[in-house]
């Protein structure tokens, strides 16, 4: 009996590592990512009538799983914070990502290309206005141990938001470059 459930167990212990992930962007592996950025803006251009800064603080958090090799779909969350002498302005958006990572077994780094959408929310004085946010990224996660890594990403994307008293929705677009942290799960 001793034996039988001896050769289970190694069984069972040889399968898991038959079918465990060998590498970051291997099926079934995870990518948890976070990037921020602060910018300060001043001058006759930025500067309410009172000589405040504009000042803008934003969050995002990705997690995405390799559904096959190289190929990922996921969650993100963002936060940005805008103020401006004494207003400001908060926004939360929250929505799927799908994308390609490149890279094998032995790399050190892995581009990836990824596109998503999502809602947003945005208060500001007692008002909200909600929308969309449609987004393309390319980037690279740079290896700086097994399962840490740098994230560099740029990024383009379209918005387009209403609110109840607006007769139409207005839209606009951005561009925008990040750095932040991943941990690579595998």
Do not use: C
Not at 44 to 67: A, P
Not at 97 to 109: H, I
Not at 176 to 184: F, R
């Amino acid at each position: 009996m001793k034996k039988i459930i001896l050769s289970i167990l190694l069984l069972s212990f040889s399968a898991t590592f038959a079918f465990s992930q060998d590498y970051a962007v291997d099926k079934g592996g995870f990518i948890l990512s976070g990037t921020g950025s602060f910018t300060s803006q001043g001058g006759d251009l930025y500067e309410d009538f009172e000589g405040n800064r504009l000042s803008t603080f934003s969050l995002t958090s990705t997690v995405n799983y390799f559904v096959v090799r190289n190929v990922f779909i996921g969650a993100g969350l963002a936060y940005t914070r805008m103020s401006h002498g004494d207003g400001s302005m908060s926004t939360i958006g929250i929505g799927p990502t799908v994308g390609y990572a490149f890279g094998k077994a032995e790399s050190k780094s892995y581009p990836y290309i990824a596109t998503g959408i999502q809602f947003h929310s945005i208060g500001t004085d007692g008002e909200t206005v909600s929308g969309t946010n449609i987004f393309i990224s390319a980037g690279m996660i740079f290896s700086i141990k097994e399962h840490l890594g740098l994230v560099l990403e740029i990024g383009y994307n379209f918005q387009n938001l209403k609110h109840e008293d607006w007769a139409e929705s207005m839209s606009g677009n951005a561009f925008s470059i990040s750095i932040g942290i991943a941990g690579l799960i595998f």
